[in-house]
């Protein structure tokens, strides 16, 4: 008896303490007051740092759908920023690229061979893929790495690269893939220079 008596004085007091933090609009169990939070906690990280936006300077995507997102693991601190590039319907190639940015003394792991970063995309189909010879190429960035691959009638190529930053402002790993149109070709002269179209852009507020 003396138990349940401190459970439901435990309960009570609980449930007058969450009924007091929704009064003041802070709830730390509404899944909402967690992502403003972490939101909040983004805009802190962000604020007095380059903050780096990627795509790939290719005319097939003018015209295109171009999305993005952004997202940090507050635990390995990290920031993850990902673009995904569809072409018209003229010239339906599409791609995705993956940027990871450390913060606050995070890391950011690079795999040992690009082909292995599908996993970052839950989308691709991971059977029978055909990897092709590994090359690297060099960019305004630096060396990157790159397969070509076939992957259900598409040509691809994927890559990965390593971007140097400005000290202090952490380490950033590329990865990404582009895929020609269902019946097209991509050499591999072609899939170097989509390697090479990478482009990163500063866009901190001024």
């Not at 805009?43 to 740092?49: S, W």
């Not at 402002?169 to 893939?177: C, E, F, I, M, R």
């Not at 170097?192 to 179209?197: A, F, G, I, N, P």
Request: charged share 25%; with cysteine.
């Amino acid at each position: 008896m003396r138990c349940n008596i401190k459970l439901t004085i435990f309960a009570s007091l609980a449930g007058l303490c969450l009924a007091g933090c929704n009064e003041l609009g802070w709830n730390p169990l509404d899944p909402a007051f967690t992502q403003r939070q972490q939101q909040t906690e983004l805009e802190r990280v962000k604020e007095g740092r380059p903050v780096l936006e990627v795509d790939l300077a290719l005319d097939v995507f003018s015209g295109g759908s171009n999305r993005f997102s952004e997202q940090a693991d507050f635990d390995a601190r990290t920031i993850e920023r990902r673009r995904f590039l569809e072409g018209g319907p003229r010239y339906p190639a599409y791609a995705s690229l993956v940027l990871k940015e450390a913060f606050d003394g995070g890391q950011v792991s690079s795999f040992a061979d690009p082909k292995d970063s599908i996993a970052l995309w839950r989308d691709v189909e991971r059977s029978n893929l055909g990897f092709e010879t590994l090359y690297e190429t060099r960019n305004d960035y630096g060396p990157a790495l790159w397969r070509r691959v076939t992957s259900r009638g598409r040509i691809c190529v994927v890559f990965q690269q390593a971007i140097q930053r400005e000290s202090g402002a952490g380490d950033a790993v590329l990865n990404g893939y582009y895929c020609s149109p269902a019946g097209e070709g991509l050499s591999e002269g072609q899939a170097e220079y989509v390697v090479q179209s990478i482009r990163l852009r500063d866009i901190s507020p001024s």
